[in-house]
């Protein structure tokens, strides 16, 4: 079975596990990408989805047989007509796996997906791959795990996380929604403790920096974490 990925609103994760994914994406069916080595490279179109479709993203991780006819290519040029195992292996062959794209011509079906899942909202590009650097993350490519050297090699995307007190010294200065959402995602992504030093973002004027933030509080730990999800709910729409 070839594994891909599919990116949806959030508040879509509930439908898409009980309906399956209906085939929009201009014309061509469903957007998918290769799952790859590279947690960066697999999720790379976030960043760029994200100027189309306002709010959280969040990862559909569906199965479909390896000899069934997809689409494959890079986004501005013509794709080819392949089997979706083949498309994989394209996407993974290629120096630079940046701009790719996989589109499924029918719709996904409930069974197909296998899950939902939270995923960091500052990976990948925008306008263009070369436009911005990724996001680092690594946590696809496991040390110990056989090839885990030769691929971490193989894709630079990935470098090192950083640190939580980097992370927090990189909030205190953090000016636009977009940069408090990417380092907020990160933060969720390691320690589970001092949700006190977030609170001050729960009556922040933009709705998708407390919406990314009751999400990532998800993963933190205590009684206060729980009542900032609490007073977050009750001013997102989504939520309430």
């Known amino acids: 079975m070839a594994g891909l990925m599919h990116l949806t609103p959030q508040r879509n994760a509930a439908r898409v596990l009980r309906s ?4 929009r994406s201009r014309g061509r069916g469903v957007y998918c990408m290769a799952v790859l080595p590279s947690f960066t490279l697999t999720h790379q179109w976030v960043r760029e989805l994200r100027r189309w479709h306002p709010g959280v993203l969040a990862a559909v991780h569906i199965k479909i047989p390896d000899d069934e006819m997809v689409l494959v290519g890079h986004y501005n040029a013509e794709p080819q007509h392949v089997t979706a195992a083949r498309a994989i292996g394209i996407i993974r062959d290629v120096a ?8 499924v011509p029918r719709a996904i079906t409930p069974a197909e997906v296998r ?3 939270q995923v960091p909202q500052g990976l990948g590009w925008r306008y263009q791959p070369n436009a911005h650097g990724t996001r680092p993350c690594s ?102």
């Open 20 to 23: 399956g994914v209906a085939a």
């Open 139 to 240: 946590c696809c490519i496991q040390r110990g795990t056989p090839a885990a050297g030769r691929d971490r090699r193989r894709y630079p995307y990935d470098p090192p996380r950083p640190t939580k007190p980097q992370l927090m010294a990189k909030l205190q200065v953090a000016q636009t929604a977009e940069e408090i959402i990417d380092v907020l995602w990160d933060l969720g992504a390691r320690s589970r403790g001092d949700a006190e030093k977030l609170a001050y973002l729960v009556d922040h004027p933009d709705e998708e920096v407390r919406e990314v933030l009751y999400e990532v509080l998800s993963s933190y730990r205590g009684q206060l974490a729980r009542d900032l999800r609490v007073k977050l709910s009750e001013s997102i729409p989504t939520h309430q």
């Open 115 to 117: 899950h939902v899942r």
């Open 96 to 103: 630079d796996p940046r701009g790719y794209e996989i589109f």
